[in-house]
RNA sequence: GCCGGGAUUGCCUAGCCUGGUAAGGCGCAGGCUUGCUAAGCCUGUGGGGAUUUUCCCCGCGUGGGUUCAAAUCCCACUCCCGGCGCCA
């Protein structure tokens, strides 16, 4: 979330953030809330510092006196609880507003009403030239009985696929080769419980405003994870680190389950499911140095597509595009040859201090004379299942898929025939 | 799941029996002192509010209750540790 105090302080650059998002919040609402929440709240303070006062009294009179007192005391008390309901009523009404205002877009983030007004800040790789005409990956996928479809809609309804034969195996080494580089890099490797507290996915920002998105269990008040984001963001929360312990990097692979409610299907084959994997990236910083480790963050993303020799592009997403708790969001699209376009399989965003405010995570030292707001990054590192779809589609062949050469050691295999 | 022990401020710990408004250490920050990579001393340290050198409120796992007054007594719940049961 925001700071309040910068709504008391500076309404207008809220203001003006909400209008680069295209949004329409009742802003003048919320102001009013905080201004009568505090006018009350000071009235309630001033009646418990009354008795306060009567009780530290109470002990040093005689009877006569600690009857009168006792007596007024039963008196203030009825104030002060009508007082807390009205307080706690309108901390409430200001807070689930506060909590729907999403994160303020950084300077350097372009201006725009959707994904067509995305800026493209780099390309890499040279498309193939194809001598017959390539498929697309989920006809790939049955012509070398690697992907199952139809078995994974029998297991668990539509938006689920199973993989099978190499194809399970080349998932699975996809995964390992993207931990490991990172790890390489300095990225610290969880495995994190795939599921998360109602507090954690809030922390994140994708409670409440995505709770449609997510799947909940039904006896234990816990969130199936969209992404591993939730568990590294929030394996912190609460905490207060140490300056010297800053920057943290950490890699996870994760199961991300997403409902998608409501969604039409945009993208066909694995491309749009409930549950896909995915080797996620967080970044924990001082404010300081947030912007330039994004940098950084994207390239170590980029990285995997340049071992595996995937032509993509990176983008950089305008004010209408950017997501809920993100300040300045790049997406990695991975190029997909028998679309004849790029996909989305990573993105990689700066949150500041929108989550760390949320989950109460702080750092001291380096100067700094009061506890201070980390900020939080995260980024995909990549979608294991789009990452998948793009090596089957660049490096198909008319009787063959070929194993890019880093991943051979973790397959064990070079190629899948028709004959697997 | 059952029985017992526990949860105190960024961390560690005292206070709980016997109710009177959180003591100490570490860390961190600032200041002072010193002729040497050090040490010592002093001050500050969570959240919120205001008329912001100051004052006030809240805060002892969470939520209730008793009381003029709760870290302290009572009840429920959560989590941690140990024992038993179950178990990939």
Redesign the pocket.
Same mark, same amino acid.
């Given at each position: 979330m925001i700071d309040? *105090?910068l709504i @008391?302080k500076n309404p207008k650059i809220v203001e003006e953030a909400l209008k680069k998002r295209n949004l329409d919040f009742p802003l003048d609402k919320l102001i009013e809330y905080?201004k009568l929440? @505090?006018q009350k709240? $000071?009235e309630?303070? =001033?009646n @418990?510092?009354i =008795?306060?006062?009567? *009780?530290?009294k109470?002990?040093k009179v005689n009877e006569e006196e $600690?009857q009168k007192?006792?007596q007024e005391?039963?008196r203030i008390?009825e104030i002060i609880n009508s007082l807390e309901k009205e307080v706690k009523e309108l901390k409430e009404n200001r807070d689930n507003l506060l909590y729907r205002i999403p994160n303020i877009p950084h300077e350097s983030v372009p201006y725009g009403k959707g994904e067509e007004d995305n800026v493209t800040v780099r390309e890499w790789g040279e498309k193939r030239v194809f001598k017959f005409k390539p498929l697309p990956h989920y006809i790939l996928g049955e012509k070398f009985n690697i992907i199952d479809f139809n078995r994974g809609v029998k297991l668990a309804g539509s938006g689920f696929y199973a993989l099978k034969n190499k194809g399970a195996a080349l998932e699975r080494a996809l995964i390992n080769f993207m931990i490991d580089t990172h790890v390489k890099k300095g990225y610290k490797e969880i495995f994190p419980p795939f599921l998360i507290t109602t507090e954690g996915a809030f922390g994140t920002g994708h409670l409440p405003k995505f709770a449609d998105d997510m799947y909940k269990t039904e006896k234990d008040d816990l969130w199936l994870l969209p992404t591993a984001e939730l568990a590294l963001v929030n394996f912190h929360a609460?905490? *207060?680190l140490?300056? $010297?312990d800053l920057p943290i990097y950490y890699v996870a692979y994760s199961a991300c389950f997403r409902r998608e409610a409501g969604r039409h299907v945009d993208l066909k084959g694995v491309l749009r499911v409930h549950q896909f994997n995915k080797v996620e990236l967080v970044k924990i910083t001082t404010p300081e140095t947030s912007f330039e480790e994004l940098e950084k963050l994207v390239n170590d993303a980029e990285e995997i597509l340049r071992l595996l020799n995937i032509p993509y592009r990176v983008r950089l997403l305008c004010t209408g595009d950017l997501g809920f708790a993100s300040a300045k969001t790049y997406d990695i699209e991975a190029w997909f040859p028998s679309q004849n376009k790029y996909i989305e399989v990573s993105s990689c965003s700066n949150c500041t201090d929108f989550q760390a405010r949320r989950i109460n995570l =702080?750092f001291? #030292? #380096?100067? @700094?004379? *009061?506890?201070e707001y980390v900020h939080t990054l995260n980024g995909s590192g990549l979608a294991v299942g789009r990452t998948f779809a793009a090596i089957l589609e660049n490096y198909q062949e008319e009787d063959r898929i070929i194993i890019p050469e880093v991943l051979r050691p973790y397959t064990g295999f070079s190629e899948i025939t028709l004959e697997d």
């Open positions: 309040i *105090t @008391r905080d929440y @505090r709240l $000071k309630l303070e =001033k @418990r510092h =008795k306060n006062e009567l *009780t530290l109470f002990p $600690k007192i006792a005391i039963k008390d609460d905490e *207060t140490n300056y $010297k =702080k001291v #030292g #380096g100067g @700094r004379k *009061t506890p």
